[in-house]
Nanobody, 126 residues
Framework: DVQLVESGGGSVQAGGSLRLSCAVS????????LGWFRQVPGKEREGVAS???????TYGASVKDRFTISQDNGKDILYLQMYSLSTEDTGIYTC?????????????????????WGQGTQVTVS
């Protein structure tokens, strides 16, 4: 079974940085879209960033130029490097995967397009 397991969440002061990791297992597709999403209570899940099998990335407007999504194909790990964090970045960050190239979607940051999800990791910025 496909499994996604996040790590790296925690508490950080505003202006700081944090790197999240997502270990992806049993997801042996040549074409895929991987993404990071975040959610806070009372708000809809927000697409943060995505990357596909060609390395093409997409970022949400609120994180562009501050966050970087990357992947280590050799280790099947997805990363989200976050800089210049603010309190508005607080939330549960979840990684997701879909065996379809991100370019297939007009907006590769829509949660409903992803079929596999991790459990999430909490990020708190104060």
């Amino acid at each position: 079974d496909v499994q996604l397991v996040e790590s790296g969440g925690g508490s950080v002061q505003a202006g700081g940085s944090l790197r999240l990791s997502c270990a992806v297992s049993d997801f042996g597709y040549s074409g895929y879209c991987l993404g990071w999403f975040r959610q806070v209570p009372g708000k809809e899940r927000e697409g943060v960033a995505s990357i596909d099998s060609d390395g093409i990335t997409t970022y949400g407007a609120s994180v562009k130029d501050r966050f970087t999504i990357s992947q280590d194909n050799g280790k099947d790990i997805l990363y989200l490097q976050m800089y210049s964090l603010s309190t508005e970045d607080t939330g549960i960050y979840t990684c997701a995967a879909e065996p379809m190239d991100c370019g297939y979607y007009s907006d590769p940051l829509q949660a409903q397009d992803f079929g596999y999800w991790g459990q999430g990791t909490q990020v708190t910025v104060s």
